[in-house]
């Protein structure tokens, strides 16, 4: 495969202004008629010739003009198609063939159950017509979908619905006409027997929109908070964006076999059932969540991508930054902001610090890919929403939104550069952002040291920070230039917050962004009455890891008394990962240990403290996980974080069980389930209450979760009860764990999504023994080879989430991952490629594990047919 670089990049020779696409609908042999108006770029080189990208496609006929072109005439290579001489302007028919039903890769138009729907980003355009697949050639759409009305009673496309029509043989037509110029990555095209909910809104300009969701009949019962979603989305677009939606229409499709989680073509987004479906009695907390900002995200990358989209596919993160950084505040206006700000951040130091420490790190606007549908990362997505979030941080509030607003004003109707948005905030501020710029050219962590002196004397503290940036695939971290790094900062004195004094400011306030630009750099602090302990890197205010040298009074003072929800966790976190270090320690060196008396002291006063926010109280309590404690440590001491997590967990169980009894009990509600932040808060705690009860049960607390488990009316409460049961090792519990397991897939054995959340808690459970289990759930009925949530919930959940039994040390973990992939890299090549993950980090574990994992690598790579997908990945690890 070869290497594409962004320093390549040259404007198309051609532009198509308008796309007309026709389908004859067929499981193996559905016709696509293209007549497509193109002109030479007046922007770019000339050319006689023009090349179109395609692949798996059968050509039927190709006419310029009125002339039919005979094989002389063009070329048709594996991926493209050239015709050797066109003249400035002209109108291209194509006739291709294309087979949906056997289409495993879901990328282009493919089956899935009894519906057909496409998938065109990011290259999959290129799989339905040969085209100028590449997102700065935007174009017109109009569509004819033609189907077997009994088959197809519902056609669907982008735009508006222009015409219908009843043809011979049972068939009808429906004319889609898209009046917003495109790129062919926001295609979309969905036909089948599908049901619909309906709704409207009134946008902020008095027009109506018609809002659909399309589902599978089954389904019609869980459309109402994809729907209020939606609703709630155009609003806050409107009011904290000045956004207004633009076609009359807006239309979601579930659909159940999907590669990520929804997409956003144009009036017509497409999700994966998991992403929009929710019903109480079927979905947790974290479901509902979920969907409630997938629907809202795709709807933003209306404007975010859409109105203005990418001019190539280096500039991913302008659309997809952008529109998590809108979607996470969405989610936080809706829900509790502090809870948001403590999920996201602990997505970012999990998992995206791991991406950005390993083989496929790579820059928020990469240099080169080979295959971009690799590039759908952490780093684009959630680091990129960070760069952003800094912006916001460095130029506040308002002048935010003027940036926002000249950068969509500017570039409506254009692909677009991150350059673009950097220089339209650079524009209403008046700021230079030429460092700044660092953020997205360089990869990897930066590491920030900060120190505090306090003069008593002299009444002044001073920070002196560090900053560095490790080695990274691209480029040695001595070569790589300091960032321009926000760092929110308060000073906490004995009883709360210090107002603070800078040199350069007159007002005192009690909180500071203090812009770090240097390799080492001082800042002090005037009038400082009392030797402080600083909050830093308040609200995760830059995507870094940070160390302070504090002492564990330190963290505790933070813990109880920042104003700063996120500073407040951060500080417990920091405490329960010196506590587990402390046992690892003692482990280690087989000695006896006692529970850190500041950790078990901080868990007693939230315990006690009932006037605190429970999902604070839940979030604070829960223990870093296994996976945030392997990023702390090379090499991963895999048993060892396992042992020493659950020795502090059991310790915190035992030594609390009467405070967790009457917190669970406290969160006890008789209330219908509704999904609000009070509600979800209280279940979350509630949660977290029986996962320390059950750590040893007395058959009372056993009771209970069986109570729970069988009485709950949400599947919330109903699901952590299983959970509880299944994580229970305790012999009590032997035959309940059983049975709710058996109870659980009888219960919801027909809820396809419930029946994944089923499959994923046995994924996971980390008992001995867990491969054969997970082999035996391959073979279970309720799993599809060929669905990639079913994928997902056994087969990457064992391999992320259960890291000591992926871990064997017999390497039994790794060889099953690599089956896996090497059967997925035929049917299904992006699926295959994000399953490597794991096995991608070999470098961070012992010498033996070191070795099993290189070798399933090398054996992976000896696969004579690798896709590109897996090829770059497997290459870029080894
Ligand atoms: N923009 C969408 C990306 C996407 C995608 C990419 C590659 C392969 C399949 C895919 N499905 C959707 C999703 C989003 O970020 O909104
Ligand atoms: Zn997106």
Redesign the pocket.
């Known amino acids: 495969p070869t290497t594409i670089y962004l320093k390549d990049y040259l404007p198309p020779a051609f532009l198509i202004e308008k796309t007309h696409l026709t389908f004859q609908l067929d499981p193996e042999k559905t016709t696509v008629t293209s007549v497509l108006q193109c002109v030479a770029n007046p922007k770019a080189a000339p050319s006689q010739s023009l090349t179109l990208h395609g692949q798996d496609l059968k050509l039927v006929r190709l006419q310029l003009n009125n002339k039919a072109l005979t094989a002389a005439d063009y070329c048709v290579e594996e991926e493209s198609l050239t015709i050797h001489a066109v003249p400035d302007a002209f109108t291209l028919t194509c006739v291709t063939e294309i087979s949906p039903a056997t289409n495993s890769s879901?990328?282009g138009l493919y089956k899935s159950r009894t519906m057909y729907c496409t998938?065109c980003?990011?290259e999959?355009f290129r799989k339905i017509t040969y085209y100028l697949d590449r997102p700065d050639v935007l174009s017109e759409f109009t569509t004819t979908v033609i189907g077997d009305k009994q088959q197809f009673p519902v056609l669907l496309s982008n735009g508006n619905l222009v015409a219908s029509e009843q043809l011979e043989n049972g068939f009808h037509s429906a004319t889609w006409h898209d009046p917003f110029k495109k790129p062919a990555y926001l295609f979309a095209l969905v036909a089948g027997d599908l049901q619909v909910v309906e709704d409207n809104f009134i946008t902020c300009s008095g027009r109506n929109v018609v809002l659909k969701i399309f589902v599978e009949p089954k389904d019609l019962d869980k459309c109402e908070h994809a729907m209020a979603s939606l609703k709630n989305a155009m609003k806050w677009d409107e009011e904290v964006y000045g956004r207004e939606y633009d076609l009359d229409i807006f239309m979601i499709v579930a659909v159940d076999d999907?590669?990520?989680?929804?997409?956003?073509n144009k009036g017509l987004n497409i999700f994966n059932t998991s992403c929009v479906l929710a019903n109480p009695k079927t979905t947790t907390d974290a479901g509902f969540a979920r969907v409630e900002g997938?629907v809202a995200?795709?709807y933003f990358?209306n404007w975010s991508?859409n109105r203005v989209t990418c001019r190539d596919w280096f500039q991913l993160s302008l659309?997809?930054g952008f529109?998590v950084f809108r979607d996470e505040e969405f989610s936080s206006d809706m829900g509790s902001r502090t809870v948001k700000r403590v999920e996201d951040v602990n997505v970012m130091r999990t998992l995206q610090f791991a991406e950005d420490g390993g083989p496929m790190a790579h820059p928020v606007q990469p240099a080169s890919f080979m295959e971009i549908?690799n590039f759908?990362t952490l780093t684009i997505?959630e680091k990129g929403a960070e760069v952003v979030r800094m912006y916001h941080t460095l130029l506040g509030p308002e002048l935010f939104r003027q940036g926002s607003d000249l950068y969509f004003e500017r570039h409506d109707g254009e692909a677009a550069t991150i350059e673009d948005f950097t220089a339209a905030m650079a524009e209403v501020s008046g700021r230079d952002f030429s460092q700044f710029k660092y953020w997205y050219s360089q990869a990897g962590t930066p590491v920030v040291k900060a120190e505090g002196d306090y003069c008593a004397q002299a009444k002044t503290f001073s920070l002196t920070f560090e900053q560095y940036c490790p080695d990274t695939p691209e480029a040695k971290g001595s070569d790589k230039k300091p960032y321009h790094i926000p760092v929110n900062v308060s000073l906490l004195g004995k009883a709360g917050l210090l107002p603070l004094t800078l040199d350069s400011q007159a007002q005192p306030q009690t909180e500071v962004v203090l812009e770090l630009t240097e390799a080492q750099q001082t800042f002090v602090f005037n009038d400082v009455q009392e030797e402080p302990v600083p909050s830093l890197f308040r609200g995760f205010s830059a995507p870094v890891k940070s160390a302070y040298p504090y002492k564990k009074a330190d963290l505790l003072r933070i813990t109880t008394q920042d104003s700063d929800g996120f500073a407040r966790f951060d500080a417990m976190q920091q405490l329960a990962v010196v506590a587990i270090f402390d046992v690892m320690a003692a482990l280690r060196k087989q000695e006896e240990w006692q529970l850190e008396p500041l950790l078990l002291n901080a868990v007693k006063e939230l315990l006690t403290n009932e006037a605190l926010d429970p999902a604070m109280v839940a979030l604070m309590c829960t223990l870093p996980s296994q996976a945030y404690m392997s990023g702390l440590a090379t090499p991963i001491e895999v048993e060892l974080i396992h042992q020493a997590r659950n020795a502090v967990k059991a310790a915190i169980a035992e030594q609390c069980f009467d405070l967790w009894l009457a917190v669970y009990n406290r969160c006890l509600s008789t209330k219908a389930y509704a999904f609000n932040a009070n509600d979800v808060a209280l279940r979350s705690l509630k949660k977290v209450a029986l996962e320390y009860l059950m750590v040893k049960p007395t058959e009372e607390v056993l009771a209970l979760c069986v109570k729970q488990f069988n009485n709950a009316d949400n599947m919330t409460d109903e699901s952590a009860a299983m959970s509880a049961l299944v994580d229970c090792t305790a012999p009590l519990a032997a035959k309940e764990r059983v049975d709710a397991l058996a109870q659980f897939y009888e219960r919801w054995k027909d809820e396809a999504l419930v029946v994944n959340l089923w499959l994923s808690v046995q994924a996971a459970d980390s008992t001995p023994g867990a491969l054969k289990r997970v082999e035996a759930l391959l073979k279970h009925p309720a799993y599809d080879s060929a669905n990639p949530n079913k994928i997902r919930s056994v087969v990457s959940v064992f391999c992320n989430q259960n890291a000591v039994n992926f871990h064997a040390i017999d390497g039994s973990g790794y060889v099953f991952l690599a089956d896996q992939i090497l059967v997925l890299n035929k049917q299904n090549p992006?699926i295959a490629s994000r399953l490597l993950g794991p096995l991608t980090k070999w470098q961070k574990y012992d010498v033996n594990r070191q070795g099993l994992m290189r070798e399933q690598l090398l054996r992976i790579q000896s696969e004579p047919a690798l896709s590109k997908d897996v090829y770059e990945v497997v290459a870029k690890s080894l």
């Not at 590669?259 to 956003?264: D, H, P, R």
């Open positions: 879901l990328e998938q980003e990011a999959g999907f590669n990520m989680g929804a997409m956003e997938v995200h795709e990358h991508g659309k997809e529109t549908s759908y997505y992006q």
